[in-house]
Nanobody, 124 residues
Framework: VQLVESGGGLVQAGGSLRLSCAAS????????MNWYRQGPGNQRELVAV???????DYVDSVKGRFTISRDNAKNTVYLQMNSLKPEDTGVYYC???????????????????WGQGTLVTVSS
C-alpha cells in the first residue's frame, strides 16, 4: 500500500496549485486522508483533514484559501490551494489511514501511510 503525490511546484504569491495523492495497492478501505506540510525550520503541521465520515477541517491559516476533496472511486485526495502566500512554502505530505485484511478469516488492521512529499514554493 502506498500513496503517490503530485502537483507541487513554484508559484508566485496569489497563485494557485492543486495537489493530488492517490492510494494504490491492496486494501479494504480508506478512513481519513489528510494533508500535512513542513516549512523550512518548522515542524510538520496538519493542514487539512478529510475523514471517512465526511468531516472536513483546516488549520486556521489556510481556511478560506485551501479546499480538500476526495474521489473515493479513484482512492485519491486533492488539495486545492488558492491565494498562496510565501508562508505556505514547504513540503506537503499526504497521510492516510488505510484498512487492510490480514488473514483468511477477514480480520483487519489499520495502517498509517505517508506519501513521499511534494515541494511547494511560493515566491513573493
Amino acid at each position: 500500500v502506498q500513496l503517490v503525490e503530485s502537483g507541487g511546484g513554484l508559484v508566485q504569491a496569489g497563485g494557485s496549485l492543486r495537489l493530488s495523492c492517490a492510494a494504490s495497492g491492496s486494501f479494504y478501505s480508506i478512513n481519513e486522508m489528510n494533508w500535512y506540510r513542513q516549512g523550512p525550520g518548522n515542524q510538520r503541521e496538519l493542514v487539512a483533514v478529510s475523514t471517512g465520515g465526511g468531516r472536513i477541517d483546516y488549520v486556521d491559516s489556510v481556511k478560506g484559501r485551501f479546499t480538500i476533496s476526495r474521489d473515493n472511486a479513484k482512492n485519491t485526495v486533492y488539495l486545492q490551494m488558492n491565494s498562496l502566500k510565501p508562508e505556505d512554502t514547504g513540503v506537503y505530505y499526504c497521510y492516510a489511514r488505510i484498512v487492510v485484511v490480514v488473514n483468511v478469516e477477514g480480520a483487519t488492521r489499520a495502517l498509517e501511510v505517508w506519501g513521499q512529499g511534494t515541494l511547494v514554493t511560493v515566491s513573493s
